[in-house]
């Protein structure tokens, strides 16, 4: 088995997206977010592969990964109208069943098929589950934090798809206390406990807390996000030490040995 034929990928994900581009009119600028989340993780993806001095075939799985990561978006919306996977069920399994049902990894070996899949179906678990390979760990890891990296980039900056993180939400400008508790103890949010907007925001924070690679630390720092989400939040003394806390986190991690 040669090298993976990674020009196979992009043109077959070009084309797939298309169809969506051209079809949907009216809904073309929900295709077009995901379309340019998705080419913005492969990129994040790979830069962190590189960090880690991944081989050829390593940084080939990761583009695979990244660009197909949220292929089950655009049938999800086509189908449901709503970005939301309590509506329609995880969107992950969805890129997982369309890889599946076009047999779009055939060429590569078993256990590559399987980090594929197991990545992208794990990419927006709670947490990846426990007793997976070494290599299904890394994976899933990798495009965790590639995506979580993209959310913070949207939400500093993407004004358009800003919105699509507050559907269904209560407009009232409170927080919860559960999440206040849950970031002071450096632990990620629970979706379950995300009612109102502010709240979203928090969950922002509390990524930080799950993210796995020097690197990923490194590009919270420089981007300064965690000072830029606590400026969308009330200014209150609560706030302010939750700040604290998610910098001197990531300071943390920064100064440790870890790659
Ligand atoms: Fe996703």
Same mark, same amino acid.
């Given at each position: 088995?040669?090298?993976?034929?990674?020009?196979?990928?992009?043109?077959?994900?070009?084309?797939?997206?298309?169809?969506?581009?051209?079809?949907?009119?009216?809904?073309? @600028?929900?295709?077009?977010?995901?379309?340019?989340?998705?080419?913005?993780?492969?990129?994040?993806?790979?830069? $962190?592969?590189?960090?880690?001095?991944?081989?050829?075939?390593? @940084?080939? !799985?990761?583009?695979?990964?990244?660009?197909?990561?949220?292929?089950?978006?655009?049938?999800?919306?086509?189908?449901?109208?709503?970005?939301?996977?309590?509506?329609?069920?995880?969107?992950?399994?969805?890129? /997982? =069943?369309?890889?599946?049902? *076009?047999?779009? !990894?055939? *060429?590569? &070996? &078993?256990?590559?098929?399987? #980090?594929?899949?197991?990545?992208?179906?794990?990419?927006?678990?709670?947490?990846?589950?426990?007793?997976?390979?070494?290599?299904?760990?890394?994976?899933?890891?990798?495009?965790?934090?590639?995506?979580?990296? =993209?959310?913070?980039?949207? /939400?500093? *900056?993407?004004?358009?798809?800003?919105?699509?993180?507050?559907?269904? !939400?209560?407009?009232? &400008?409170?927080?919860?206390? #559960?999440? $206040?508790?849950?970031? @002071?103890?450096?632990?990620?949010?629970?979706?379950?406990?995300?009612?109102?907007?502010?709240?979203?925001?928090?969950?922002?924070?509390?990524?930080?807390?799950?993210?796995?690679?020097? &690197?990923?630390?490194?590009?919270?720092?420089?981007?300064?996000?965690?000072?830029?989400?606590?400026?969308?939040?009330?200014?209150?003394?609560?706030?302010?030490?939750?700040?604290?806390?998610?910098?001197?986190?990531?300071?943390?991690?920064?100064?440790?040995?870890?790659?």
């Amino acid at each position: 088995m040669g090298k993976i034929d990674i020009e196979y990928y992009q043109s077959w994900f070009a084309q797939y997206v298309q169809q969506y581009l051209a079809v949907q009119e009216s809904n073309r @600028l929900n295709y077009q977010l995901k379309l340019e989340h998705s080419l913005r993780v492969r990129d994040r993806i790979v830069e $962190l592969g590189e960090s880690l001095n991944l081989d050829q075939t390593g @940084l080939a !799985l990761c583009q695979i990964i990244g660009l197909m990561h949220d292929l089950g978006r655009f049938k999800q919306y086509a189908e449901y109208n709503t970005f939301s996977d309590l509506i329609t069920g995880s969107h992950a399994k969805i890129s /997982v =069943d369309i890889l599946n049902e *076009n047999k779009l !990894l055939q *060429n590569l &070996k &078993k256990t590559q098929q399987e #980090i594929v899949l197991k990545a992208i179906e794990y990419h927006n678990y709670y947490r990846i589950p426990e007793g997976k390979s070494a290599e299904i760990l890394l994976f899933s890891q990798l495009i965790r934090d590639a995506d979580k990296l =993209d959310g913070y980039y949207i /939400v500093t *900056n993407d004004h358009d798809q800003r919105r699509y993180d507050l559907e269904g !939400l209560s407009q009232d &400008k409170y927080f919860s206390r #559960i999440n $206040l508790e849950a970031l @002071l103890n450096s632990q990620p949010i629970e979706w379950k406990n995300v009612r109102y907007q502010f709240d979203r925001k928090l969950v922002m924070l509390g990524l930080v807390f799950d993210l796995n690679f020097k &690197k990923s630390f490194e590009l919270i720092k420089e981007n300064d996000y965690i000072k830029r989400l606590i400026s969308q939040l009330p200014d209150t003394c609560e706030i302010r030490r939750i700040g604290r806390h998610c910098t001197e986190y990531v300071r943390t991690k920064l100064e440790s040995g870890r790659r």
